[in-house]
T-cell receptor
Framework: GAVVSQHPSWVICKSGTSVKIECRSL??????MFWYRQFPKQSLMLMAT?????????EQGVEKDKFLINHASLTLSTLTVTSAHPEDSSFYIC?????????????FGQGTRLTVV | GNSVTQMEGPVTLSEEAFLTINCTYT??????LFWYVQYPGEGLQLLLK?????DKGSNKGFEATYRKETTSFHLEKGSVQVSDSAVYFC???????????????FGQGTILTVHP
């Protein structure tokens, strides 16, 4: 099946610094990717929809200036957590939608565990 | 808005026991329904899906039937294995084939632990 790769798989950063997470669709093009956040022992919450060539669409309550999303190509979306703080520590997961033969399916990256110290 | 409610866990079973994890949903129209599995430290893997009423999704011995009359998509397996230990998420997507497909609403997840 299709593969979505996230990088890095884990990162530790200091408070106040910025961290960039990459999401790549390795063998298909994705005009739309999604970013989710998962708190420990909780479900995944959609943060934003990343649209190739246009601005991302953020869910209510998500700070767009803090979580910068760029979808510069059909195979790459990036999430930058700016001025990170300990409360931003979480598991971030991206997904990309593959359309085929009139159907579609979402494929997920392996996730990035961010720890802000 | 859309929502998914899952049976609360954790669920602990002995190997070869029968598994049911309940899932109900609220949505307008005809959403597609999914079960995803997450192993420790990993991302999500699609386990099975159903895109219309009365469809049955199945994979690796797991099954779930899309019941529109009860707005449910319960996950079942007749005989669980230790390797099935993971977190299971029920999810829905608003429209099959649409550009918003893949924009998923997840249930809270159910932790399954299977003992030998």
């Amino acid at each position: 099946g299709a593969v979505v790769s996230q990088h890095p798989s884990w990162v530790i950063c200091k408070s106040g610094t910025s961290v960039k997470i990459e999401c790549r669709s390795l063998d298909f093009q994705a005009t739309t990717m999604f970013w989710y956040r998962q708190f420990p022992k909780q479900s995944l919450m959609l943060m934003a929809t990343s649209n190739e060539g246009s601005k991302a669409t953020y869910e209510q309550g998500v700070e767009k200036d803090k979580f910068l999303i760029n979808h510069a190509s059909l195979t790459l979306s990036t999430l930058t957590v700016t001025s990170a703080h300990p409360e931003d520590s979480s598991f971030y997961i991206c997904s990309a939608t593959l359309f085929y033969r009139g159907a579609s399916e979402a494929f997920f990256g392996q996730g990035t565990r961010l720890t802000v110290v | 808005g859309n929502s998914v409610t899952q049976m609360e866990g954790p669920v602990t079973l002995s190997e070869e026991a029968f598994l049911t994890i309940n899932c109900t949903y609220t949505a307008t129209g005809y959403p597609s329904l999914f079960w995803y599995v997450q192993y420790p430290g990993e991302g999500l893997q699609l386990l099975l899906k159903a895109t219309k009423a009365d469809d049955k999704g199945s994979n690796k011995g797991f099954e779930a039937t899309y019941r529109k009359e009860t707005t449910s998509f319960h996950l079942e397996k007749g005989s669980v294995q230790v390797s099935d230990s993971a977190v299971y998420f029920c999810a829905l997507s608003p429209v099959a084939g649409g550009t918003s497909y893949g924009k998923l609403t997840f249930g809270q997840g159910t932790i399954l632990t299977v003992h030998p």
